[in-house]
């Protein structure tokens, strides 16, 4: 259970940032006993993996602060984001310090695919809310709004390895927020097609 709530936070921080919780577990699993990954999965800890995942974390923040290049960047992370919640959700599901569990660690594609679906459904709610942000602001928003993402995706991946049973609680505030957005999205959507004269579409 507890390898399985790991996994989820670890995949929806990645959901909102890919990098953030690849880095931490490599970096976690290499310089602390808090995590000691699979052997299939070991290459995580590696120096080139981590410093990969750290140059591109690097851009990622950056991109992802800019109107319209945000747009660019949530596009190409769309691939990118379900991808790494795959791999962290093996990887924390197959760390033996979380949960001696002998199934996790010999089925690690079902963590790869709960994993992929988690990150993806975060990461969707993301990519509608941003052009929301961006046109209500005038783009004003995007940098604080995804500084925002950031510390959540950082402060959820910390969570998912320390304190793994609120991940449930963080589960449910995700599933709050994204049904929260996907209502906010038809209402504009709707005002937009109302102020141009067009057909309300929800």
Known sequence: MLAALTGAGLSAAAGLNAFIPFVLVGMLARF???LELPDSLAWIQSWWAIGAGMLLLVVDVVFDKVP????VSDAIQTAVRPLMGGVVFAAASGAQQIEQS???RENPWVGVVIGIALAG??????ALSRPIVN????????PFVSAAEDATSATVSIVA???PVLVI???VAIAVALWRILAFRRRWRARR?????????T
């Open 161 to 163: 390895i320390l304190l």
């Open 135 to 142: 046109a209500g602001t005038f783009g004003l928003g995007a």
């Open 68 to 71: 319209g290049v945000d747009h």
């Open 169 to 171: 609680v963080v589960l």
């Open 32 to 34: 602390t006993d808090l």
């Open 193 to 201: 097609a109302a102020a141009a004269g067009g057909p309300v579409t």
């Open 121 to 126: 459904t975060v990461h969707a709610g993301k």
């Open 102 to 104: 002998d199934w996790w």
